[in-house]
């Protein structure tokens, strides 16, 4: 796939995630070391799927939640593993008491993966209550350890003002959360403080009233990641690896040495307490160029090997699609998010690069070797032109 020019724009690598389909561009060569199918993604109906059975590793082409049938990308996520065991419903290691009661017999509801795997439960308390998994469930908190609970929830059946809290009986609970009618996922991040385990709690409600909840994760880390079932035990999902390799997939496009411009657009997360890759080149020294978003301030920064960097004055929006270019002529960079000033820097980069890594750095070229600054999130595009552009063109194409 030698083409010089994609576009008309003078551009030679235009990769637009958001209308591949089910296919990836075959210059990107893609794995994830799942032996079974465990990784799930939102499809253009809006439920969650699970990859096919036959394709374990395949690629995960992603669509809103709430937009339903909207893609938003290529999903790139770090592994990741569900702690909690019989995840999906609630009838198996789960215990119920103060103000929750299971139904008898047991209801199973529609779950949002658009099969019989929910649990409906009454509430017949108002101000408390508590839905917890016991020691069944076969895990305890690590002190000082960040966790993230998540859940899918929807409030049914006569139930108005309805409140969830997440949380751990030693370190307290979440602020309230009003929980709507319609299926939704929710999350808490929280530093465990003791051994005991998470805790999905009411804050209020009418005296009688139902819910249905489904997927409870519990993992390591301060961001929800995609649900993972689990049955009789933890499960853990791979990372996801997209590189474009050494070779002519890779000099077939990027033909402007030391000189260039990369133009990106992503959907971005909530602020977690690392940095999050967009895309990388070589992990050498003066060949490395390190689009990323900042951990503590979620800026966009340009980094080498060096590693120094540049960082935008102008933070990337949290839960939205943001657009991030970075323009360069050797060691000379320019650096724009969403339309914003753009920054001028002075990074080492000297040496072309032979191989471009998405969603997470690598020093090999084959694998992500950073999985811990993975993006956690979809690609939607990247585009390359073998020139350097102006400040003013990166600024119109990040608009």
């Not at 032996?35 to 969650?48: D, E, K, P």
């Not at 960040?146 to 609970?173: H, L, M, P």
């Not at 590189?243 to 260039?260: E, L, P, Q, V």
Request: charged share 10%; with cysteine; proline share 4%.
């Amino acid at each position: 796939m030698g083409r010089v020019a994609e576009t008309g724009d003078g551009s030679t690598l235009s990769l637009d995630f958001t209308t591949m389909g089910s296919t990836l561009d075959p210059r990107i060569t893609f794995s994830r070391a799942d032996a079974t199918a465990r990784a799930t993604f939102i499809n253009s109906l809006g439920y969650v799927e699970t990859v096919p059975t036959l394709q374990p590793q395949a690629p995960r082409f992603t669509f809103s939640e709430t937009s339903i049938g909207t893609p938003r990308g290529l999903l790139l996520e770090a592994p990741a593993t569900n702690l909690l065991k019989n995840s999906a419903y609630a009838d198996t290691g789960w215990i119920v008491f103060g103000g929750f009661t299971k139904p008898s017999p047991y209801v199973l509801v529609t779950s949002p993966a658009n099969d019989l795997t929910a649990s409906k439960l009454n509430f017949t308390s108002t101000g408390h209550g508590l839905f917890t998994n016991n020691v069944q469930m076969g895990y305890t908190n690590t002190v000082g350890a960040t966790y993230t609970q998540s859940a899918w929830i929807r409030a049914t059946g006569g139930t108005t003002n309805f409140n969830i809290r997440f949380g751990d009986s030693a370190v307290g609970f979440s602020a309230n959360i009003p929980i709507t009618t319609t299926w939704t996922r929710y999350s808490y991040s929280y530093t465990a403080i003791s051994a005991s385990g998470p805790v999905l709690a009411s804050a209020s409600g009418t005296a009688t009233g139902e819910f249905e909840m489904w997927g409870f994760q519990l993992e390591l880390g301060s961001q929800a990641s995609s649900y993972i079932q689990t049955t009789t035990a933890a499960v853990t999902r791979a990372v996801d690896t997209a590189i474009i390799a050494a070779g002519t997939n890779f000099s077939s496009w990027y033909t402007g040495g030391t000189t260039g411009t990369f133009v990106t657009e992503w959907c971005r997360c909530s602020p977690t307490t690392t940095q999050r890759t967009v895309i990388a080149t070589s992990d050498v020294l003066n060949q490395h160029l390190h689009q990323y978003i900042a951990a503590t301030t979620s800026r966009l920064r340009l980094a080498d090997k060096v590693p120094a960097f540049i960082e935008t004055t102008n933070a990337s929006v949290d839960n939205s699609i943001n657009k991030g270019a970075f323009s360069y002529s050797g060691s000379v960079q320019s650096l724009c998010l969403n339309g914003g000033t753009v920054v001028p820097g002075t990074l080492a980069f000297s040496v072309a690069p032979t191989f471009l890594s998405i969603g997470g750095p690598s020093t090999n070229g084959t694998s992500i070797t950073d999985t811990a600054v993975v993006l956690n999130n979809a690609i939607r595009k990247i585009k390359y032109f073998p020139t350097r552009l102006s400040d003013g063109q990166i600024q119109g194409l990040t608009t």
